[in-house]
């Protein structure tokens, strides 16, 4: 029998990795705290719950602006530096969960849902064209790419619902519905499957569409899923 996605911790107290200590805790709405001390940490704006008053919040440019700014997305990132700690919350219930990169590995997240990364992990981006059209719009939409660059580092993500995490051997396929997925490994494939279902019934029929992820590497899946809004 295959194995079940497995429940990520929902709290984590006391972690060292990638120059920080880090906490997570709350069931429902749940808060990060990082010590920044000894590395920097940049995150999105709006999620910034409290800070001690040691901690500067300044910017944070990213790699490849005008691309960003062409494709309306933003073109910096606050980030926190000095002695102390800050903590951060998203205004929904969910699931923070940490991804600790090694030197050169590498994540590839669905947009909206990062929450915060240190200092020595790159973030960029690619645009997806032809999947799962029917849900995100014409035009596609975005995976953010985070990579170990000068080092250890972690990305912190926020699901909604509860996190799972399923580890495919390679060649493993997993079918997960399109709203449901949060992250993936670089050596995860992943397609559209579209099946077309039919009753006979004067011509009624209808589409079923899943997201195909085929191993070898990590997927994290979200029990709450997830369609954002497009302009299309």
Do not use: C
């Not at 170990?148 to 060649?171: M, R, S």
Request: charged share 20%; no cysteine.
């Amino acid at each position: 029998m295959p194995s079940l996605p497995e429940l990520m911790p929902t709290e984590v107290s006391d972690e060292t990795f990638g120059g920080v200590t880090y906490h997570i805790a709350g069931e429902l709405v749940p808060v990060l705290s990082v010590d920044v001390t000894r590395m920097p940490v940049y995150f999105e704006h709006h999620i910034l719950l409290w800070k001690n008053s040691t901690i500067t919040i300044g910017l944070k440019s990213l790699k490849g602006a005008l691309k960003r700014m062409m494709a309306g997305m933003q073109i910096f990132v606050t980030e926190a530096s000095g002695a102390g700690i800050i903590a951060f919350s998203r205004d929904g219930p969910g699931h923070i969960v940490p991804i600790h990169l090694r030197r050169g590995e590498e994540i590839q997240v669905r947009e909206h849902q990062f929450l915060a990364a240190t200092g020595n992990v790159d973030y960029t981006f690619e645009r997806v064209r032809g999947l799962a059209t029917m849900l995100f719009g014409q035009s596609g939409f975005f995976i953010d790419r985070f990579r170990g660059d000068t080092g250890d580092g972690i990305v912190w993500l926020h699901g909604y619902g509860n996190v799972f995490e399923k580890t495919l051997a390679p060649g493993e396929t997993i079918d997960i519905e399109p709203g449901g997925w949060l992250f993936k490994d670089a050596s995860v494939r992943m397609e559209t499957k579209i099946d077309r279902l039919s009753s006979g019934f004067f011509g009624a029929n209808m589409n079923f569409i899943v997201n195909r992820f085929t191993g070898p590497g990590r997927v994290g899946i979200q029990s709450m899923y997830l369609h954002m809004p497009t302009e299309e």
